[in-house]
C-alpha cells in the first residue's frame, strides 16, 4: 500500500498570498496518478488536480499542481477567500487499490 | 449535469446491517465504475470500494473486505454498498464517487453529497 504524507499538517495565510502544500509517497506513484481535492466544511471532496499537474474542468489557473515520482506539489499562486478549506492528495496509480494523504488545512491568517 | 445521491444511513447497532444506495444521473452509468469512500468525524478521507463499469470486477479495502459488498444494477443507474456486521469504526459519511474516464486508474471526478452511517449501541 502507498502511504501518503502530506505537510504542512496547517498553512496559515492571508489572501493574496501564495500557498505550497506538499504530498510525499513512500513509493513511487505511477505514471504520475496523482489528483489533489479540495474540500470545504460541510461538502463532498471536488477534485483540482489529475495526473500530477492537469486542472480538472473549471478549476481557476491560480491553481497548479507538479512532481513525480514521490514528490508532489499544488501550489495557488494567488489566494482567494474561497480557497481557504482541506485540501487532500490521492493515488491512483496502485489500482485497484487508493490511498488519500491525511490532509493540510489551509486557514487564514 | 452529474448528479450521485446517496441514501440509506441512519444510526445502527454494532453488528446489524445497513445498505447503502446511490441513484446517478447526467452520465452514461453504465459505462463507469464507480467508487465508496468514506470519512470518518473530522478525520480524512477513506477509499472503500471500486465497481467495474459492468459490475464483474469489485475490489474493497482491507477494513472493509468480508464484511461490505458492492453492487450495482445499470437498468436503474443505482449503486449499492451493503455493509454487514457494522463495528463502531465504521461510523462516517460515505460518498459514492465517479470514476474520471470510467476505468481503474482514474481520479474520481464527481462526488455525491454524503450519507452519515453511526454505529453506536
Known amino acids: 500500500e502507498i502511504v501518503l504524507t502530506q505537510s504542512p499538517g496547517t498553512l496559515s495565510l492571508s489572501p493574496g498570498e501564495r500557498a505550497t502544500l506538499s504530498c510525499r509517497a513512500s513509493q513511487s506513484v505511477s505514471s504520475s496518478y496523482l489528483a489533489w481535492y479540495q474540500q470545504k466544511p460541510g461538502q463532498a471532496p471536488r477534485l483540482l488536480i489529475y495526473g500530477a499537474s492537469s486542472r480538472a474542468t473549471g478549476i481557476p489557473d491560480r491553481f497548479s499542481g507538479s512532481g513525480s515520482g514521490t514528490d508532489f506539489t499544488l501550489s495557488i499562486s494567488r489566494l482567494e477567500p474561497e480557497d481557504f478549506a482541506v485540501y487532500y492528495c490521492?493515488?491512483?496509480?496502485?489500482?485497484?487499490?487508493?490511498?488519500f494523504g491525511q490532509g493540510t488545512k489551509l486557514e487564514i491568517k | 449535469q452529474v448528479h450521485l445521491v446517496e441514501s440509506g444511513g441512519g444510526v445502527v447497532q454494532p453488528g446489524r446491517s445497513l445498505r447503502l444506495s446511490c441513484v446517478a444521473s447526467?452520465?452514461?452509468?453504465?459505462?463507469?465504475?464507480m467508487h465508496w469512500v468514506r470519512q470518518a468525524p473530522g478525520k480524512g478521507l477513506e477509499w472503500v470500494a471500486v465497481?467495474?463499469?459492468?459490475?464483474?470486477?469489485?475490489y474493497y479495502a482491507d477494513s472493509v473486505k468480508g464484511r461490505f459488498t458492492m453492487s450495482r444494477d445499470n437498468s436503474k443507474n443505482t449503486l449499492y454498498l451493503q455493509m454487514n456486521s457494522l463495528r463502531g469504526e465504521d461510523t462516517a459519511v460515505y460518498y459514492c464517487a465517479k470514476a474520471f474516464r470510467g476505468g481503474y486508474n482514474d481520479p474520481f471526478d464527481y462526488w455525491g453529497q454524503g450519507t452519515l452511517v453511526t454505529v453506536s449501541s
Open positions: 490521492q493515488q491512483y496509480g496502485s489500482s485497484p487499490m487508493y490511498s
Open positions: 465497481i467495474s463499469y459492468d459490475g464483474l470486477n469489485k
Open positions: 447526467g452520465f452514461t452509468f453504465n459505462t463507469y465504475g
